[in-house]
């Protein structure tokens, strides 16, 4: 008896000895934070604008602290998708939604870390952050399913007012974009020249700004925007109130239906001020332009005189044969449409700048769905569903405040009367820019 009361008071201490033990030695879990990706991409996004939130989710366990969430130059972050700020902090939960938006101040690349940071944990994570901040753009819709053809009470050009961007002090480049869609009969069989032009109010002259050939058989859907024209060296006449016109020489009434939009990009100009003169405007239609390998009365010589504080002096040429005249050249081409060519500006009557009227890749155009006409051999300069491609000339600044002489000459060549005419369209116009008030050059014949 007496050692069964020995062995009772003996498991009695035991047992509070083990509760005494077990209250000292409380299991510690390590804390942990994770996040379900290591990196995030946003679309492109224009300068003071913002993207589209993304949203990552934060899993947290056996924490005890905040969690700070702390955004990069360009980024914003946010608890509920609303209020959004450069950082927060927050008790977490098991599982935590963090909201980021992209918000780029500058044309730049965004390329930073987004820092996920608590006491609870030793090391930081770090999120990978890519976005792209694009030049703020204004745009504006100018001519809308404008029809153009010929018959069935169709024209084959069109002119209209248009409101446009009223202040171009920062404007560093205008685009231009064409989008032809097709009639309900389909688009036009063949490929027709086409340009747009823009009236000089004070002279009533109409400048043009793009020129391009229509593709057989369909319009220019394959392409998101159209067609895309750098119309910059125009800006001058590209603000307030502007009359365009459009032009496409379909003999069909099957007619292109044609709309064009403006974008209008911020940015540092790379001048203040622009002037244009007309040098050569021989652009009505395909066969308006200059005679070629025949005698013809048209006037390529020009007298210009150029400003005295032209900082940068071009000349803007756009070129494109016309006609299947003979006889062939060696590898089987005819004029002007296929026959290769190089034409000469001269200066004061020395060759100054050539324009190869060569291949440039018409098999390789986009819009390649232009059976069953034949769009994929080379032309001239040019390419069936394409804009006909931009000449740009630079003459050195030390003919600022002089008087040149200009001439076109076209490379040696005859005709023998055979196979048809062919003809050059072409318009030439001197751009003078200055950080200074300037006039527009003098062009006389």
Known sequence: MKNLFKLLICTILLTCGSDDESENNVINLPANISVNVSSLSFENTMVNQISESQVIIIDAENTSSEVNISAPEGYEVSSDNSSFSQSFSFVPEISNEVYIRFTPAEAINYYSTLVISSNDIS????????GLGTPLIHNYQAFQNQALGYGGGFSQSASQMFSLHDDLSEIQQIKMYLQIDCPSTGCDDWDRFANVKVKDQATGNWYEIARYITPY????????RGLEFDVTDFKSFLKDNVELRIYIENWTTKADIVSIDFDYIVGTPDYENYEVA?????HSNSIS???YGVTHNLDLEKSIQIPSDSENIQFRTIISGWGHATPYDADGRPCAEWCFRTHDIKINGSNTFQHNLGPIGCSANPINNQ??????PDRAGWCPGMAVPVR?????????GSTISFEYDFEDWTSDGNGGNAFYAISTYIIVKSNSEITAPIVTD
Not at 371 to 376: E, L
Request: no cysteine; proline share 5%.
């Open 123 to 130: 090391n930081n994570i770090n999120i990978n952050l890519f």
């Open 392 to 400: 740009m000339n630079s003459l050195d600044t030390s003919y600022s």
């Open 289 to 291: 332009g200059v005679p």
């Open 278 to 282: 007309e040098v050569l405007s021989l």
């Open 217 to 224: 058989w369909v319009g220019t859907q394959q392409l998101q």
């Open 371 to 376: 059976n069953p006409g034949n769009w994929q």
